[in-house]
């Protein structure tokens, strides 16, 4: 079996590249993150970290692996490669970090949903409360719409009845006026023939006191003839006559005037 080489140090190999590419101490840590001191400790046999490993190879232009080869750096770089490296970690650490951020957003937004839920669903309770106090207040209201309708139909009636005797009160009353009308007329009239037959006894009132006066000379005047005496009588008696018939038709009209009034 052969026998394996024995590693180098890595610082040698270091200033091995250093030379080679001509770079100073100074110069390779101007190229480096790190300061002059730190790649001097290098140079005399520091391990190297696998930050350093990453920061040297970008400076020489070489991958990690070259750089570590034949020498004591290969176990950093194959621990580097089983085991994550500081930046690695921190980003894992960073996405942790986030996610649980996130998880905690989600569990707020979760809470706040669950609440707005609660809320909606409080809301939605309230909602159909009220609905159902809407759907009885709509019940009672078509109820007393119906009865209103009812009542506004007895009233119809009622009012249809208030006028057909409201026309016939109106009817009796022109039948009144018109009776009355015709009273009115036969009040009149009579009126007319009552002074007409006033005026007729005042004539005959005076011919009644004619009449005395004739029966005084006929008195004084029977001895001196008794054709005028008889003359006389005859006239009395016709004046006497027209007297009688004249209070008669006057009992008549007032008999017809009364009769007349009470109906």
Known sequence: ?????????????????????????????????????????????????????????????????????????????????????????????????????????????????????????????????????????????????AQAREHQAVTKGQMTELRAERDKWVTTALGQQGHIAGLERVRAKLTTDIAAVTAECQRLQRLNSNLAHLYQTAESGRRSSKTKHRKALAQADTHANIGFGAAAITGLLGFALAAAVLE
């Open 1 to 145: 079996m052969a026998n394996t080489p024995s590693p180098i140090p890595f610082a040698e190999r270091l200033r091995d590249l250093a030379a080679e590419a001509g770079f100073s101490q100074a110069k390779l840590a101007a190229k480096t993150p790190f300061s002059r001191s730190t790649i001097n400790r290098l140079f005399k046999g520091r391990p190297p970290t696998t930050e350093h490993l990453k920061a040297l190879s970008a400076a020489f232009d070489i991958n990690v692996d070259e750089l570590a080869d034949g020498t004591e750096a290969v176990d950093v770089v194959a621990e580097a490669k089983l085991a994550p490296s500081q930046e690695e970690h921190r980003q894992a650490l960073e996405e942790a970090a986030k996610a649980k951020s996130e998880v905690l957003v989600l569990r707020e937004q979760l809470e706040a949903e669950q609440e707005l839920r609660a809320e909606l669903n409080r809301k939605l309770s309230e909602a159909e409360r009220k609905t159902s106090l809407a759907l009885e207040e709509f019940e009672a209201a078509k109820e007393s719409l």
